[in-house]
């Protein structure tokens, strides 16, 4: 959907580096979420916002941190990446006034090598 | 706290066959339900969805759900499956505020 953008699409990076991982919307929702995919385990939430001054954790949030930096934006730290935070990291966004649905990015796939 | 089940791990079909779904829940009472579609390479789509009212939900591209409350399932259906189709399905039910996705179904279709 383009309404939700993630940057960056690819990464790259080593164990123990910081890395930032980007999510904007257009769509006007309050709520943001973090996700990430591993194959055979579906998509589990890693963080979650309701608006601005809002911040939830997950079911899997050790070793990531998040930052809602305006309603439109939403970005998801990994501290010190490690190997099994290698995956694909989705973000989402819904609005409460439209059955809460939620809207995926297109995702960014990580690598740590 | 809710859970999803989806049993079909990976299931493979030819073209024109008809295909079931299968996906339960945990608990009962009021659920929101969702199946959201990944076609190769691509972020997750919006199938079909379930609040309220009639059991038989519609979705896009010729798929529907039946809502069975006393099977606590959801499974999603489609009468003749294209090659298109091929692509990850996900079931998710609204627990609270979050979303909780099943571990997905990868149906690859032949031509």
């Known amino acids: 959907d383009a309404d939700v953008t993630q940057t960056p699409r690819n990464r790259i990076t080593k164990t123990g580096k910081r890395i930032m991982l980007e999510c904007s919307q257009t769509k006007g929702h309050d709520r943001m979420y973090w996700y990430r995919q591993d194959p055979g385990l579906g998509l589990r939430l890693i963080y979650y916002s309701f608006d601005v001054k809002d911040i939830n954790k997950g079911e899997i949030s050790d070793g990531y941190s998040v930052s809602r930096q305006a309603q439109a934006k939403f970005s998801l730290s990994l501290e010190s990446a490690i190997p099994n935070q290698t995956a694909l990291y989705f973000c989402?966004?819904?609005?409460?006034?439209?059955?809460?649905?939620?809207?995926f990015g297109p995702g960014t796939r990580l690598t740590v090598l | 706290a809710q859970s999803v089940s989806q049993h079909n791990h990976h299931v493979i079909l030819s073209e024109a066959a008809s295909l079931e779904l299968g996906c339960n829940y945990s608990y009962g009472g009021t659920v929101n339900l969702f199946w959201y579609v990944q076609y190769p390479g691509q972020h997750l789509q919006l199938l079909l969805k379930?609040?309220?009212?009639?059991?038989l939900v519609k979705g896009i591209k010729g798929f529907e759900a039946e809502f069975i409350k006393s099977k606590f399932s959801f499974n999603l259906r489609k009468p003749s499956v294209q090659w298109s189709d091929t692509a990850e399905y996900f079931c998710a039910v609204k627990d609270t505020d979050k979303l909780i996705f099943g571990t997905g179904t990868r149906l690859q279709v032949f031509p």
């Open positions: 989402a966004t819904s609005d409460l006034g439209n059955t809460d649905t939620q809207y």
């Open positions: 379930y609040f309220s009212g009639d059991p």
